[in-house]
């Protein structure tokens, strides 16, 4: 079945660490694929994405992610995280040719924590 | 600029009650989407509107649950006769292509 996995619900890191949040999908054809970051309390904002080209992708707020098609993998990084960063974020991709819009299905989220 | 913004941004209800939600999408971006985040299934699709049609209502969860869009602007997600389960936050997104920018949500309680 098609699926979007999230394989940690909780990450804790110290303030200055490096950061990674996994992300597999299992599609027949590499998706388009997204990181979102939700704060408490607020919507969803788009950190990065991937449709094709250039495997590792720069997003905002200092992230990036590689995309892996041999591992079915679209993980995403920090070299230092920041206290403001604590948040859950998700994964989400669209499959492509769907031809239904672009309607994403979205991992289960990963809720990170910063230690001061 | 303005994004997407939604209203209101709490609603607490009677189960059995209709409510709406409304959803103002960034100008000039054709598609518009729904979704819903609850603590038991995450983030889920409801329905997606190109202009004031919707080729994708797969994600309504039941014949309670209804959308709109006029004037391929604003939309409303109706619930009728709600129902505990319906709590959740519905989150609308908007988009000019492949990418989708969220609102707030709407944070629905239904006692």
């Known amino acids: 079945a098609q699926s979007v996995t999230q394989p940690d619900i909780h990450i804790t890191v110290s303030e200055g660490a490096s950061l990674e949040l996994r992300c597999n999908y299992s599609y027949g054809a590499t998706p388009y694929l997204f990181w979102y970051v939700q704060s408490p309390g607020q919507g969803l904002q788009l950190l990065l994405k991937?449709?094709?080209?250039?495997?590792l992708v720069q997003g905002i707020k200092g992230f990036e992610a590689e995309f892996k098609r041999s591992q079915s993998s679209f993980n995403l990084r920090k070299p230092s995280v920041h206290w403001s960063d604590a948040a859950e974020y998700f994964c989400?991709?669209?499959?492509?040719?769907?031809?239904?819009?672009?309607?994403?299905?979205f991992g289960t989220g990963t809720q990170l924590k910063v230690e001061l | 600029g303005a994004g997407v913004s939604q209203s209101p941004s709490n609603k607490v209800t009677e189960k059995g009650k209709d409510v709406e939600l409304r959803c103002d999408p960034i100008s000039g971006h054709t598609a518009l989407y729904w979704y819903r985040q609850s603590l038991g299934q995450g983030l889920e699709f409801l329905i997606y509107?190109?202009?004031?049609?919707?080729?994708?209502k797969s994600g309504l969860p039941s014949d309670r649950f209804s959308a709109e869009r006029t004037g391929g602007s604003v939309s409303t997600l109706t619930i009728q006769r709600t129902q505990q389960e319906d709590s959740a936050v519905y989150l609308c997104?908007?988009?000019?292509?492949?990418?989708?920018?969220f609102g707030p949500g709407t944070r629905l309680t239904v006692l």
């Open positions: 989400a991709v669209v499959p492509i040719l769907t031809g239904g819009g672009n309607k994403l299905t």
């Open positions: 509107f190109q202009g004031n049609s919707a080729p994708d």
């Open positions: 997104a908007s988009s000019p292509s492949d990418t989708q920018y």
């Open positions: 991937y449709f094709s080209g250039d495997t």
